[in-house]
């Protein structure tokens, strides 16, 4: 069966992906989860779309029961390694987040860093990952997930256009009072 793209992409990328610099921010992002978990440690973490495992490491670190999942096997060959030689036990698992196996078993799902949720090329194979993860969850529990921002690319250029505008000295507009990533007029 032919591999789909975002599983061809991920293939060989475990080593490359940690040292990408959108994964400098595991900290953080780690910081950021147990202040929304109010820094309970007997919650049962799911961490969808895994990767590398940088959240689910982090979190074990901290004391955290968590799972972590995949679809990619050389992400989580690369997770195993990194979980090794910190000398932690991490319960990784291959799955594909549309058909999960669990069923109301985590406190807490996790899925950051497009893990998953918006690489799939239809709306309803989004919903399906949405689908399983809520089912996987116990009644109550959180869902933390971050995904793409399609205008961002769009903001990034109407940013250049304007700074490029002003080099010139033509244009009549200095600055841009809409912003695009929040939707609203600013007193700019």
Same mark, same amino acid.
Request: a negative charge.
């Given at each position: ?7 061809? $992409? ?32 007997? =919650?049962?973490? &799911?961490?969808?779309? @895994? +990767? ?10 901290? +004391? ?7 679809? %990619? ?14 000398? $932690? @036990? ?20 996790? /899925?950051? @860093? ?8 239809? *709306?309803? /194979?989004?919903?399906?990952? &949405?689908?399983?993860?809520?089912? %996987? $969850? ?15 690319? #769009? ?6 256009? =304007?700074? %490029?505008?002003?080099?010139? *000295?033509?244009?009549? @507009? ?5 912003? #695009? ?8």
């Amino acid at each position: 069966m032919k591999k789909q793209w975002y599983e061809s $992409l991920f293939e060989n990328y475990g080593r490359k992906y940690d040292n990408e610099p959108y994964t400098h921010g595991t900290v953080g992002e780690c910081d950021f989860i147990e202040k929304e978990l109010q820094f309970d440690k007997s =919650l049962k973490i &799911l961490d969808v779309g @895994c +990767g590398t495992g940088r959240h689910t490491i982090e979190l074990t670190k901290r +004391g955290y029961s968590v799972t972590g999942v995949d679809l %990619s096997e050389s992400q989580l060959k690369r997770a195993k390694e990194k979980a090794e030689e910190a000398n $932690l @036990c991490i319960d990784f698992q291959c799955q594909d987040a549309r058909n999960l196996p669990f069923a109301g078993e985590f406190d807490v799902a996790i /899925m950051l @860093c497009e893990g998953g949720f918006p690489l799939m090329e239809t *709306d309803e /194979m989004n919903y399906e990952i &949405l689908k399983n993860v809520t089912k %996987s $969850l116990k009644p109550q529990a959180k869902f933390i997930f971050t995904t793409m921002n399609g205008l961002f690319p #769009l903001f990034q250029s109407v940013d250049e256009f =304007l700074a %490029s505008a002003a080099e010139d *000295d033509t244009s009549l @507009c200095r600055n841009n009072a809409f912003d #695009l990533m929040t939707f609203r007029m600013s007193d700019a």
